[in-house]
């Protein structure tokens, strides 16, 4: 059996299946992770979510902004926005089952030797504490109260992590950790501003995986940056390289590190998120 997780789809199907086809995907007898961000922008969110949904019991994937973005139009706490390509996925005649699994599943994968999530983890946090605070929402989402936790969900506030923080703080700092972070202040405080190449960084802002204080977890698998591409070190695996921007889909084997790139068909938006 062999592991991949493959990072940002964002509805591109046809690169999706394309990249199956080139790692030899095999349902019996591998295993697939995916990073996130199923959905928008791209051409195809609703057969990227019948595709992941029918193959529940061989594919995991953790929620990502976009996904969060479905599920809070999908109960009215949002609106869609401009660039938004989500309509045929609300407007499915299967839209309630489809998004009654995906808010049901998590911020975060524990593996043996790898945590997958979208963004990535706060440096302060120890896995202990981010397994816990993803536990949290997870059980938020997934509960009967949802829409009213998807109703407060969305905000800036709080940037920074400390105990004793209240439950819904702590709940949205876990949310925009886990599905926004890119960089961090030197304090550790969040940064929603920059999303740019590293080499544009402003002074004083990190990426959240070389802060000096980051706790040590087991190395972690994430997307979301696709301005940072393809990003490969002894501890994070950084998979977005922006499929839904005409660049390429890509897919890590755990087991070895081994990586799988198809190109992507064309260029579907012009603006990162």
């Known amino acids: 059996m062999a592991r991949y997780v493959i990072g940002d789809v964002q509805g591109c199907f046809a690169e999706l299946q394309a990249l199956l086809e080139k790692i030899g995907y095999s349902a019996e007898l591998d295993r697939l992770y ?20 029918r193959e529940r019991h061989h594919v995991s994937t953790v929620l990502g902004n976009h996904d969060l973005h479905l599920l809070a139009c999908g109960t009215g706490t949002a609106k869609p926005k401009r660039g938004d390509t989500l309509d045929a996925v609300l407007q499915a005649d299967d839209a309630p089952v489809l998004l009654n699994w995906l808010r049901s599943q998590p911020l975060l994968i524990v593996l043996e030797d790898a945590l997958i999530v979208h963004a990535g983890i706060l440096p302060a946090w120890d896995e202990d504490t981010a397994i ?4 949290e929402v997870c059980a938020a989402l997934s509960g009967d109260n949802y829409h009213w936790f998807m109703s407060h969900m969305y905000g800036n506030q709080p940037r920074s992590w400390q105990e004793g923080l209240a439950p819904l703080d702590r709940m949205r700092l876990a949310v925009n950790v886990f599905t926004r972070m890119r960089m961090v ?8 501003k920059f999303k740019g190449e590293l080499v544009k960084a402003p002074a004083g802002l990190l990426p ?5 204080a980051r706790v ?3 190395r972690v698998v994430c997307g979301h940056w696709s ?9 994070v695996l950084a998979l977005d390289t922006g499929c839904v921007w005409g660049g390429q889909l890509t897919a890590v084997r755990l087991d070895d590190g081994e990586i799988f790139q198809v190109p992507a068909l064309g260029a579907c938006a012009s603006l990162p998120d």
């Open 34 to 53: 995916l990073v996130g961000d199923l959905v928008n922008r791209g051409p195809a969110s609703l057969d990227v979510l019948r595709w992941a949904y």
């Open 185 to 192: 202040e030197s304090d550790g405080a969040l940064d929603f």
């Open 132 to 135: 816990q605070l993803a536990d």
């Open 227 to 235: 301005a940072l591409g393809l990003f490969l070190d002894g501890n």
């Open 208 to 212: 959240w995986f070389v802060h000096p």
């Open 216 to 218: 040590k977890t087991r």
